[in-house]
Nanobody, 117 residues
């Protein structure tokens, strides 16, 4: 059974930093992309940052320069370092692991990030 377990969410103040981690288990992951998405109340889920199997990254414009995504292939983990957090970063953050080559797509259960002003 595949599991994606996120950790690191919480309540912080504007300007603070937070680190989210996601650990994937339950199968052998090959040629997979990892990413973080978020969904704020009343809004659609949106991509925050992704990192491909080769290491190339993508960031939403709203988080460029503030967030950093990284991965550890040996541990099948992905991390999101968030700094200079803003109230508009408040959302449930989801980890995603997928491979179009091997046809799988998994989501974590989500972790709440709340940024107070």
């Amino acid at each position: 059974q595949v599991r994606l377990v996120e950790s690191g969410g919480g309540l912080v103040q504007a300007g603070d930093s937070l680190r989210l981690s996601c650990a994937a288990s339950g199968r052998t992951f090959i040629s997979y992309n990892m990413g973080w998405y978020r969904q704020a109340p009343g809004k659609e889920r949106e991509v925050v940052a992704t990192i491909r199997s080769g290491g190339s990254t993508y960031y939403a414009d709203s988080v460029k320069g503030r967030f950093t995504i990284s991965r550890d292939n040996a541990k099948s983990t992905v991390t999101l370092e968030m700094s200079t957090l803003k109230p508009e970063d408040t959302a449930v953050y989801y980890c995603r692991v997928r491979s179009t080559l091997y046809g799988y797509d998994y989501w974590g259960q989500g972790t709440q990030v709340t940024v107070s002003s």
